[in-house]
């Protein structure tokens, strides 16, 4: 069970190649060179949304209690 869990999660070099992938493609899109450097240096916006949605579900979830 720990070995199929392990093959079902991304090697260190495929999140890499992932990762540039992704920033080439916002790089294209936005169509405005970010360097590797800002983008590291950029804040988690989808982190941050996560983490509002997760703190209103917690609110709602005790009003309605």
């Known amino acids: 069970m ?3 869990l392990a093959n079902e999660q991304p090697t260190a070099a495929q999140r890499a ?3 540039a992938a992704d920033r080439a493609t916002a790089r ?3 169509g405005v ?3 590797d450097q800002e983008f590291d240096e950029a804040a988690d916006i989808l982190g941050n949304i996560y983490k509002i949605a997760a703190d209103k579900a917690r609110s709602a979830r ?3 209690a």
């Open 2 to 4: 720990v070995e199929a």
């Open 62 to 64: 005790g009003t309605a």
């Open 33 to 35: 060179d970010v360097s």
């Open 28 to 30: 294209r899109l936005m």
């Open 17 to 19: 190649e992932r990762l």
